[in-house]
């Protein structure tokens, strides 16, 4: 029987695998569970952090409002509290954007191959 690779059937993700996605230290991650408690990754023996695909959209909404937005911590809480639902909507709509824009610069540089 081989691995299974495929992302979208795990279940759990690891501490460095969710720091690689968001391109931030595991020590960030860390504070970030403290600062919010939306944020509760479940814990395997020996406090092995296991994150799920809801801590990952937790994760992915601070990481907007902070990194992104510049939000300082305290501002964070408050908009999540206020509105999540938006802020998550919000934040859809700029990752398919991203990916538009960046369908569209690869359809760009294939153009220019051909010229």
Known sequence: ?????NKD???YF???EVA???N???TLL???EKEFPSI???KAGRGIRQYTKEDIEEIRLVYHLVKE???TLQGARDMIKRDKGGTNKQIEVIERLKAIRDELQLINREFNELV
Do not use: C, D
């Open 1 to 5: 029987m081989a691995l299974n690779t």
């Open 9 to 11: 059937l795990k279940l």
């Open 14 to 16: 690891s501490i460095s």
């Open 20 to 22: 690689q996605m968001f």
């Open 24 to 26: 931030v230290t595991e």
């Open 30 to 32: 860390r504070y970030w």
């Open 40 to 42: 509760t990754p479940r």
């Open 69 to 71: 937005r510049g939000m």
